[in-house]
């Protein structure tokens, strides 16, 4: 079984910064692509980062220049630097991971529980 466990968030003031982290356990033969995404109650879940094997990120325009994400070599874990936040950053922070449990198993993505963001002063 696979987990995904986040930590980090809070309560911050605009313009704070926060550093998420994701931590991947459990039975995982490799990783591929990892990611961040934030949903707000009655919005679709958004894609905030996505750092890819190959080592190329992508970012959504609403954060791009303020948030940074990041992966330990074996990507087991991943982190997302927040800076200067602002209101309209407040969500539910999910990570997501894209791995095999072994070697000839398909690629699935693995979602954590997530983690409350709240930029309020």
């Known amino acids: 079984q696979v987990r995904l466990t986040e930590s980090g968030g809070g309560l911050v003031q605009p313009g704070g910064s926060l550093k998420l982290s994701c931590v991947l356990s459990?039975?995982?033969?490799?990783?591929?692509?990892v990611g961040w995404y934030r949903q707000v109650p009655g919005k679709q879940r958004e894609k905030v980062a996505e750092?890819?094997?190959?080592?190329?990120?992508v970012y959504a325009d609403s954060v791009q220049g303020r948030f940074t994400i990041s992966a330990d070599d074996a990507r087991r874990t991943t982190y997302l630097q927040m800076n200067r936040l602002k209101p309209e950053d407040t969500a539910v922070y999910y990570c997501?991971?894209?791995?095999?449990?072994?070697?000839?198993?398909?690629?699935?993505?693995?979602w954590g529980q997530g983690t409350q963001v709240t930029v309020s002063s």
């Open positions: 997501s991971a894209d791995l095999r449990t072994a070697r000839l198993e398909p690629i699935i993505t693995s």
């Open positions: 459990g039975n995982i033969w490799s990783v591929y692509n």
């Open positions: 750092n890819a094997v190959r080592g190329n990120t």
